[in-house]
């Protein structure tokens, strides 16, 4: 097959030029606009009962969490109780009331003055208000209604919060930090390709398919948000590994190319040498990188589903343009892909390279290598044992955000968190009107619970056990045809562990309404919390079984796949010890610029073990490839291993260099989880490059010595069968019979 597609890129190499030149075209024309239809959310599972509670509180009772919140400071010396202040307050919540975009208002000064409202010290208070309609139209409303809310009276000051206002700072902020890490990212790897290949125009090639691959996966996310929700978030995994990708295949595309060349072949046969050898082994890569990303399809957060989209797409499009693109490329080219040479690098015998003399190292050693490196690995996951899982909050954004200050100031100063309230929804209960009783002790209860500062219900409003009336007209939002729905306002940060024990606490109380659902932004994470550990073991099965099903296919070996799978998980561990011990524990919290919260975003570790998994299994595949090829030639396995690791030692480091480039300029992200991604991911890339390939590797085959190939009878008739066994080895083959072949 790949024989076939070789000869066919060459013969028709201006065809597939023209066709891929049409294709960008087009993909960019189309898919440049796709940020107008993603969305800003997906971090909830839309099945849970937090998720069916708010869509009964809306469809039913026409209510909703507040999600605009405006944090009125007194100047001067004032108190918010002082009449100036107080017509000030009343003033904005009935201006804000009248807004097309706002469904219901209430206001400190409107509740009756409820101290959960005012600051500790009177001289802050709130207006709260929601936003009706999905996420973006929320979003909406809210980057019209934040510049005209934003004031400075003289008697008093108006800063605007909410979660609401939060997303939409953090979108915007994901936007400026998107062009900023494509404005680091593009040039120092240009400079690296240069570096790395000491050619101009070979430096410019991985840019060329980089460029096909991010237009590729945009026009495929314009076309999936057609039917689908899509998260913004998406566009910052189809940037980092469509470059990255891109780096990798067309590393290894061209330096075997040159390789080729250099072994004695005139160009057309060597490119077709090129498909045959590096082509496979990057379509392989990519179908590992396709199969670890589709894990995330899974889940039912449409967040972590988005990034399965753009992820199998970009993998899929970036071996596209290696395998099809870049081969007609160097046809055309020929030997010009050196042209423009900056400097040369002297070329090593086989055998006597650094990454040779290291194989050679570790195998002379293996046993006390892979214990060292097992020991140092398992010693920097340990912190992984204590994780924390939480939901982004305002804390994901820079400190001197404007809503980032609101919600300070509601945790530091005021005594309840009114954005993270908990809406309890009773139906089929009758005539609320009826049920006064019930509500009255039901809300009773629920204000006792620890953890609880007011609870707001169709009887009045209630701290700690006690009750007390509130203007008329404000209890009519908790009245439906036949349902009813309490308020009830933590103490405690909503998203926390605290916040969890308060959630849960909530729904085990019994309710003499009968079977309740509890929303919020609690609820929200217990229940995303559930719906990832639910599906987790799902999709690690689907990984480790269609990862080992495809490494066998490719190399009909039961062990190779096995180790495969067993370093990876190890390398990984380290990796997320290390995350948990910076972003969760807050080290280096000051060198890097965030603030740690004591957990991790929930979806994130889930997304990054997907991508990560993929990336090293892409590594494993380039260097297994070249070992299993001197194995075939040789069958001597411990030669077979050193060469492999001379011959991908390099290439693989270099891409694991420049890949990581592409992540660290998304790490200078404002948003913390963007952040956390992108150092995650460079993190784990280089663990993989520089200590599991460079050391447990070797070790582990050299242990394994002949066993390392080895697979059951009946599974090595599959594989003769079914499998895609190696091609021969070009530099045993005369170069004429393979130009004859070419033709």
């Known amino acids: 097959m790949f024989t076939f597609l070789g000869r066919f890129v060459v013969a028709r190499r201006r065809l597939v030029l023209t066709g891929t030149a049409a294709f960008l075209v087009l993909a960019g024309a189309v898919g440049g606009s796709v940020a107008s239809r993603l969305t800003s959310g997906g971090f909830v599972d839309p099945g849970s009962e937090s998720s069916r509670a708010a869509d009964v509180l809306e469809a039913e009772l026409g209510q909703a969490t507040p999600n605009l919140i405006l944090l009125v400071r007194a100047e001067d010396g004032r108190g918010v109780d002082e009449p100036e202040v107080a017509d000030l307050g009343e003033a904005l919540a ?45 979003e909406e409303v809210a980057e019209e209604l934040s510049p005209r809310y934003t004031r400075d009276t003289g008697v008093a000051t108006v800063a605007v919060g909410g979660f609401a206002e939060v997303f939409r700072q953090v979108n915007t902020q994901v936007e400026t930090d998107l062009v900023r890490a494509e404005l680091i990212a593009f040039p120092v790897t240009l400079l690296l390709l240069l570096v790395v290949f000491g050619s101009l125009v070979a430096a410019g090639l991985p840019l060329a398919v980089g460029a096909i691959a991010i237009s590729g996966t945009l026009l495929v996310l314009w076309l999936v948000a057609a039917v689908t929700d899509v998260s913004i978030f998406a566009l910052n995994i189809t940037t980092s590994m469509g470059l990255g990708l891109a780096i990798d295949y067309s590393l290894f595309v061209v330096s075997r190319y040159r390789e080729e060349l250099r072994r004695g072949l005139d160009p057309h046969p060597a490119v077709v040498r090129t498909v045959e050898t590096a082509g496979k082994t990057v379509a392989f890569s990519a179908m590992t990188v396709a199969i670890s990303l589709a894990a995330l399809v899974i889940y039912p957060l449409a967040f972590l589903r988005s990034f399965a989209y753009a992820g199998i797409a970009v993998a899929l499009v970036a071996a596209g343009g290696a395998v099809l693109f870049l081969p007609a490329l160097l046809a055309v080219l020929g030997r010009r892909v050196d042209a423009l040479t900056l400097w040369r690098r002297a070329h090593t015998p086989d055998g006597e390279g650094a990454w040779h003399r290291a194989a050679t190292f570790v195998m002379g050693r293996p046993l006390p290598v892979a214990l060292a490196v097992v020991a140092l690995l398992v010693a920097l996951g340990l912190p992984f044992l204590h994780i924390r899982f939480g939901l982004p909050d305002d804390r994901v954004l820079p400190a001197g955000a404007s809503s980032r200050e609101v919600h300070d100031a509601l945790r530091d100063d005021f005594s309840s968190s009114e954005a993270g309230t908990l809406q309890v929804v009773a139906t089929g209960i009758g005539d609320p009107r009826e049920r006064t009783a019930d509500i009255d002790a039901y809300a009773v209860e629920l204000s006792r619970v620890d953890g609880v500062a007011r609870v707001d219900a169709l009887t009045g409003s209630y701290v700690d056990g006690v009750g007390f009336p509130v203007p008329d007209g404000l209890t009519d939002r908790f009245l439906g045809d036949d349902a009813t729905w309490l308020s009830v306002v933590p103490s405690v940060e909503p998203i926390s562990p605290e916040g969890e024990a308060l959630t849960e606490a909530v729904r085990d109380l019994p309710s003499p309404l009968g079977e309740t659902a509890v929303a919020g932004l609690g609820a929200e994470l217990v229940d995303s919390k559930q719906a990832l550990f639910d599906r987790t073991p799902i999709a690690l099965g689907w990984i480790a079984v269609a990862t080992f099903v495809l490494l066998f296919l490719m190399f009909g070996s039961v062990l190779v796949p096995l180790k495969a799978l067993a370093l990876n998980v190890l390398s990984l561990s380290a990796t997320f010890g290390a995350l948990v011990w910076v972003f969760q524990d807050g080290h280096l919290a000051g060198l890097l610029g965030f603030t740690p919260t004591g957990t991790l975003v929930a979806s994130v570790p889930v997304l990054m073990f997907c991508v990560a998994f993929g990336l090293s299994m892409d590594y494993e595949v380039f260097l297994l490839s070249r070992i299993k090829e001197e194995y075939d030639r040789s069958g001597d396995n411990t030669t077979s291993v050193a060469l492999g690791l001379e011959r991908t030692g390099r290439i693989v480091t270099a891409a694991a260099v420049l890949i990581s480039v592409v992540f660290v300029a998304f790490a200078s992200s404002g948003v913390t989880f963007v952040k956390m991604f992108g150092i995650g991911l460079a993190l784990a890339v280089l663990i993989d490059a520089f200590v599991i390939r460079a050391t447990l590797v070797p070790a582990f085959m050299r242990l394994a010595g002949r066993a390392n190939w080895w697979a059951p009878p009946r599974l090595r008739r599959i594989h003769e069968r079914f499998g895609f066994g190696e091609v021969g080895v070009a530099s045993d083959e005369p170069p004429e019979l393979v130009e004859a072949g070419a033709r």
């Open 94 to 138: 009935a201006e804000l009331a009248g807004e097309p975009g706002i469904s219901r208002v209430e206001s400190y000064w409107s509740l009756g003055r409820v101290p959960p409202l005012r600051s500790e010290d009177g001289t802050q208070a709130l207006v709260l208000a929601v936003i009706p309609g999905g996420e973006d139209r929320v």
